[in-house]
């Protein structure tokens, strides 16, 4: 077991008194103003407002909501590392109790990203007081949650030039302390479906004068779920949700159409491939069989995170470093969610880290979840591990 004590105060000697007193700050005040997807405006003032103080340069709004700031290497010219944190919240009233609890009604940050933010923040401190060999690249990217975000900064140019980058994100099934940076599949792809069924409406007494799209849909449910039981192998993670349907306004009468629509988790390409075949595939003849027309509407989502051997040996080398060897701990979980750092490492090498976030003895609590918060203390375990990533990856890429 990890010596979390001792882990802790490796990673809080790596920041000054006053500096924790403005990290933890930072994240109460974000945490407590929270601001959905492309709406970040608030936010993106203070990142940029606490940019300005630490003394990082060439501090840029970027796709909007997003900033990205520079921290000078030693070595003019040297290639370029980046660090990333998202800022983005979520549509859900939080119910923790904090004392920064949102101020925000229905908005709270229900997955880490008042600290990815915080984080951020305190390796660019990090790597003023002690710089790497290149320039980093602090990316503080908006709209994660809706997984356009990363896209809407490659394509403004923000990672031009970068030749890695390193991200991470809090997970309460680990204690604070612990890190997890190590290479393969760290999180899924994540796509959508919309399936229209569309037959013909009929008194709910006369079920024989419908095309009943509400049968064909339960059908279908059902058939979508042999995709995953009986089409793949059962060591290939993957998972077919249907999250919503729509149809009907009275009990007595037989629709004209119905919409589902849901989710499609896979963690290889192939695999990824197969699930949007699949599904447009038995939806569409599982309709014809009971006389309706299903239309199918695939949308590709974040690709799956897969973390290269040489990137997520710097991340383990700088976490050892940092922290200790004690600190590195297995994943040792299949993880289905999807997290938009992906579209960074399809364009440049990188490695995502999780970074553990439940204090001792502490509940493990879902992200996503009205209950939701990291300890504040994974803010410095976050910042110094990131920073020493790019230290790495810097004198690597020499």
Do not use: K
């Amino acid at each position: 077991m990890p010596d979390v004590p001792s882990i802790l105060e490796r990673a809080r000697a790596q920041f000054s008194a006053e500096q924790v007193d403005a990290l933890f700050a930072l994240r109460r005040d974000l945490h407590a103003h929270p601001e959905l997807s492309w709406q970040e405006h608030q936010t993106a003032a203070r990142l940029e407002e606490m940019l300005r103080s630490i003394g990082a340069r060439d501090i840029r709004r970027v796709a909007g909501t997003g900033v990205t700031a520079v921290v000078p290497g030693t070595t003019p010219g040297a290639p370029r590392v980046a660090v990333r944190g998202d800022i983005d919240a979520l549509p859900i009233h939080e119910a923790t109790g904090l004392p920064y609890a949102s101020t925000c009604d229905g908005v709270m940050h229900a997955c880490g990203h008042d600290v990815h933010a915080s984080w951020t923040i305190a390796a660019a401190m990090s790597l003023l007081a002690r710089p790497a060999r290149s320039d980093v690249l602090v990316v503080l990217q908006p709209a994660e949650e809706l997984g356009t975000g990363a896209t809407a900064m490659l394509e403004a140019g923000a990672l031009d030039g970068v030749a890695a980058i390193f991200g991470g994100h809090v997970d309460r099934r680990f204690a604070v302390g612990e890190v997890i940076a190590e290479a393969g599949p760290l999180a899924a792809s994540a796509d959508m479906f919309t399936l229209v069924v569309r037959g013909r409406g009929a008194h709910g007494a006369r079920p024989h004068e419908s095309a009943d799209p509400i049968v064909a849909a339960a059908a279908i449910v059902t058939a979508l779920q042999t995709i995953v039981a009986r089409r793949l192998d059962p060591a290939d993670p993957a998972v077919v949700t249907v999250g919503s349907i729509h149809g009907g306004v009275a009990s007595n009468v037989i629709p004209e159409s119905v919409t589902m629509t849901g989710t499609l988790r896979a963690m290889n390409p192939t695999t990824r491939q197969r699930l949007l075949d699949d599904v447009a595939r038995i939806a569409t003849q599982v309709g014809e069989a009971h006389g309706v027309q299903v239309d199918a509407q695939m949308e590709r989502g974040t690709p799956p995170i897969v973390n290269p051997v040489r990137e997520a040996g710097w991340a383990r080398e700088a976490a050892e470093r940092t922290l200790g060897a004690g600190a590195v701990v297995p994943f040792g979980i299949t993880n289905m969610g999807g997290e938009d750092f992906a579209f960074y490492m399809e364009r440049l090498p990188g490695c995502f880290l999780r970074i553990g976030a439940r204090e001792p003895g502490g509940e493990r609590i879902a992200a996503h979840n009205p209950r939701f918060y990291a300890h504040e203390t994974s803010i410095l375990v976050g910042g110094a591990v990131l920073a020493e990533c790019a230290r790495v990856a810097a004198d690597a890429l020499a």
